[in-house]
């Protein structure tokens, strides 16, 4: 496949969403809001950055990270739920409404890129695989390892969506968040992805599973140097704002947050200690 332009990808995503509204599957105010969906003009980029994996550089990790629009938020202009798992407090909470990434839909990189994925999806992995292939090769040139973060504010699961990403790259760290617990205890993962769970005010005992499973978890508290001193439920709770190099930690163990952005107002997401 050629490379292609935002301009040309915008113009065959709503081409298939137009097909969707023919088909009773999207409504036209959510067509209409599409059609404010800016997407670049030139070949646009599916890998992003942020502050927190970043900071995997002093781990020797460059690292790039997808990010689509959270949970329901795409729905609004025809897209669809991309966490289906999240907690009302996990949703008020995720990273992707802070930062860089609080932005208008006309200048929201999530928005585009959800749409394409759903509605274009050959065209979406044939850019991330591109840009995995050079992120690949700056990191060799760097002296560093390779590490992709396809879920950035999203729970899709790419090992069956889109499995081939992980044998085309095996010198390529993947890891994940997620809130679904088979995913983290399944013996199927491919061997270069990484699976961390996210406990929210819904999944406790879920979460305490993959924790007497070995799987490690990862929980927000209001005070992050405390329960590394007290632990959580008999486990240990490691820093995990130092870096978001989750594929290196040991097993079994609590990856313990600080609260950021709006999960600061949140009174049920994270645990408070």
């Excluded at 990010?67 to 008020?92: H, K, N, Q, T």
């Excluded at 609080?102 to 890129?113: D, F, I, V």
Aim: with cysteine; charged share 25%; aromatic share 10%.
């Amino acid at each position: 496949m050629k490379q292609q332009t935002g301009l040309e990808l915008r113009s065959l995503v709503l081409l298939a969403m137009r097909k969707a509204l023919k088909d009773g599957q999207i409504s036209r105010r959510q067509y209409r809001k599409a059609l404010k969906v800016r997407f670049p003009e030139t070949v646009p980029d599916i890998l992003g950055t942020s502050l927190k994996v970043e900071k995997s550089l002093k781990k020797g990790f460059l690292t790039s990270i997808v990010y689509l629009a959270p949970s329901r938020e795409s729905i609004a202009y025809g897209g669809a739920d991309v966490c289906p798992l999240a907690s009302l407090g996990c949703s008020r909470a995720c990273l992707a409404t802070k930062g860089r990434l609080r932005m208008t839909l006309g200048s929201n990189a999530k928005a585009w890129k959800t749409l394409l994925w759903l509605y274009y999806p050959e065209a979406f992995k044939t850019l991330l695989r591109r840009e995995i292939y050079n992120l690949r090769n700056r990191a060799i040139h760097k002296g560093l390892m390779p590490a992709v973060r396809l879920n950035g504010a999203s729970d899709i699961v790419w090992e069956t969506k889109f499995p081939q990403i992980f044998s085309w790259f095996p010198d390529v760290v993947f890891y994940d968040y997620s809130k679904i617990s088979a995913r983290v205890l399944s013996s199927s993962l491919p061997s270069n992805y990484s699976l961390t769970f996210s406990r929210s005010e819904t999944n406790e005992p879920e979460a305490l599973k993959v924790l007497k499973a070995g799987g490690n978890v990862a929980i927000v508290f209001t005070d992050l140097e405390k329960a590394m001193r007290d632990g959580w439920n008999g486990f240990e709770v490691i820093n995990g704002d130092e870096t978001d190099a989750r594929p290196i930690d040991k097993t079994g163990v609590v990856v313990g947050l600080s609260p950021k952005g709006k999960a600061k107002d949140d009174s049920g997401f994270f645990v408070h200690n």
